[in-house]
């Protein structure tokens, strides 16, 4: 069927095509009866309105030509989905001819025109107002994104200021929770709870004192207990900080242990965020690996066998296992 030749599109019920444009003529925004060869059967007064075409002008017409500029079907027409699936299809378009989105609904219809062709009920809602606030909001979220990027970065180098090793310590950590969670199948934004919360994990050092961070020989009990604030503390400095992530919960628990032998609140099981328990494997795992002041740095194979002999007691089951798999299997490197 050529482009130019003008089909007379009419219903053998009369009654029919006027309830039919009463229908039509309701809706605001565009809306046609189209053929199952994207023939225009009925247009409302919007669409006759916006392409400035008369009723005899449009009845007829190849509607890809005159609704989108187009001389054949666009690929993934809603028309042909519809179709063929026999069901309402809804798709977000951008039109050819004036780059504005339309958010275009194709009903399959009972009703056949005098020729026995399939008709549809076409709605096409422009929308883009809404698509361009929609980008705006994705755009402002990814430069929130950013943001927060910068400022957990900030917070991680302030920790190099006084204490070189925490920082390090810190770096190597993130890493390694980082990959742990995506081991174990962790949707992207969990993932980015692990990472921002492993890069920050001892930001709480901060406000422990310099001669206790920096000590070559074993903690006295009390000094012990003063490093152990740090999770609080950590926590103290973040909690004003609107995170999507549970990030300073995370922080607060990543020294907590399964069978409540952790610290600062003796947490148990599934008390303590998943998040927590991928760190705190992750940095037991780096700490026995790297070299402190009080102690030389432990064998890869001792610090694993620190993890494993301890799974489902102290550190939680899957994350040893990511954490091993990684290691042995997955050739990890800090």
């Not at 003008?6 to 925004?29: A, G």
């Not at 500029?69 to 690929?75: K, S």
């Not at 504005?100 to 026995?116: E, H, L, N």
């Not at 030389?296 to 939680?316: H, M, V, W």
Request: proline share 4%.
């Amino acid at each position: 069927m050529t482009l130019e030749r003008k089909i007379d599109c009419v219903f053998d019920n009369r009654e029919t095509e006027r309830s039919l444009q009463i229908l039509l003529d309701s809706f605001p925004y565009y809306a046609l009866i189209v053929d199952e060869d994207h023939r225009i059967v009925l247009a409302n007064k919007t669409t006759l309105k916006g392409l400035k075409k008369t009723v005899e002008d449009i009845r007829g017409t190849y509607c890809p030509k005159i609704i989108h500029g187009l001389d054949d079907v666009f690929p993934g027409c809603p028309l042909e989905e519809a179709a063929q699936a026999d069901k309402p299809v809804e798709r977000d378009l951008q039109d050819n001819k004036t780059g504005r989105w339309m958010r275009s609904v194709i009903y399959p219809m009972k009703q056949r025109t005098v020729g026995d062709r399939r008709v549809f009920f076409h709605t096409a809602q422009d929308i883009t107002v809404y698509q361009e606030a929609e980008e705006g909001r994705r755009e402002n979220s990814r430069l929130l994104e950013l943001a927060f990027d910068d400022m957990i970065a900030a917070l991680a180098a302030t920790v190099r200021t006084r204490d070189p090793y925490s920082a390090e310590h810190q770096v190597r950590v993130t890493k390694l929770a980082t990959a742990m969670a995506v081991e174990l199948g962790f949707s992207e934004y969990q993932v980015k709870g692990v990472e921002m919360a492993a890069a920050v994990h001892d930001i709480g050092r901060l406000y422990v004192p310099t001669d206790v961070l920096n000590k070559t020989g074993p903690y006295l009990p009390i000094e012990r207990e003063i490093m152990q604030t740090h999770c609080q503390y950590g926590y103290d400095i973040l909690k004003g900080i609107h995170f999507k992530q549970h990030v300073p919960e995370t922080v607060l628990q990543h020294h907590e242990r399964l069978d409540g032998s952790g610290y600062p609140n003796s947490l148990s099981g599934d008390q303590i965020f998943k998040e927590a328990r991928i760190i705190s494997v992750a940095d037991v795992a780096e700490a026995m690996q790297s070299h402190r002041p009080y102690r030389p740095c432990f064998s890869r194979e001792l610090a694993l066998a620190e993890i494993t002999d301890n799974k489902g007691r102290l550190y939680d089951p899957e994350a040893v296992d990511a954490c091993v798999f990684l290691f042995s299997e997955g050739g990890f490197e800090f």
